[in-house]
């Protein structure tokens, strides 16, 4: 609609965290990303990453859970909602299956399990960062 092509980035996580998904653009060569969420940093991306691995790398500090184990592990290649057609704009239909189609595509591993193991936790004042929210329960 604004003369970009949809492009989505599918941020995958270990459980019981949650997968998170955000709308890819590129200007002058450079990715950002547009991301609605609650949580006050997983936000918004400026468009100054040289590639999407490089812009996903940028969510990585911020993805934890309460305890502060991090828990990003991979993220999709850029997936091109043109190709699924133009229905998902305007629909009342449940969008189940594009999500399927999302989760099953073509993803690149952030870090091995070994190194997982080695990740150090997100400290106290990262944690309490988290208690800022746009809306509260």
Same mark, same amino acid.
């Given at each position: 609609?604004?003369?970009?092509?949809?492009?989505?980035?599918?941020?995958? $996580?270990?459980?019981?965290?949650?997968?998170?998904?955000? &709308?890819? /653009?590129?200007?002058?060569? #450079?990715? *950002?990303?547009?991301?609605? $969420?609650? +949580?006050?940093?997983?936000? /918004? #991306?400026?468009?100054? @990453?040289?590639?999407?691995?490089?812009?996903?790398?940028? @969510?990585? +500090?911020? @993805? =934890?859970?309460?305890? *502060?184990?991090? $828990?990003?592990?991979?993220?999709?290649? %850029? =997936? !091109?909602?043109?190709?699924?057609?133009? *229905?998902?704009? $305007?629909?009342?239909?449940?969008? &189940?299956?594009?999500?399927?189609?999302?989760?099953?595509? %073509? +993803?690149?591993?952030?870090?091995?399990?070994?190194?997982? #193991? +080695?990740?150090?936790?997100? !400290? #106290?004042?990262?944690?309490?960062?988290? !208690?800022?929210?746009? @809306?509260?329960?």
């Amino acid at each position: 609609m604004q003369g970009r092509r949809p492009l989505l980035l599918d941020l995958k $996580t270990v459980r019981p965290d949650f997968d998170h998904v955000v &709308a890819l /653009y590129r200007t002058n060569g #450079r990715w *950002g990303a547009i991301s609605k $969420t609650n +949580h006050s940093v997983l936000r /918004y #991306r400026d468009p100054v @990453y040289r590639d999407v691995r490089e812009l996903a790398m940028s @969510y990585f +500090h911020e @993805y =934890f859970l309460d305890d *502060g184990r991090k $828990t990003l592990r991979s993220f999709s290649k %850029p =997936f !091109d909602l043109s190709k699924v057609g133009t *229905g998902w704009l $305007t629909t009342g239909e449940n969008l &189940a299956d594009l999500a399927h189609r999302l989760d099953r595509s %073509p +993803h690149t591993r952030i870090l091995s399990a070994a190194n997982a #193991r +080695h990740l150090r936790p997100a !400290d #106290r004042i990262e944690l309490l960062a988290t !208690d800022v929210v746009e @809306y509260k329960k």
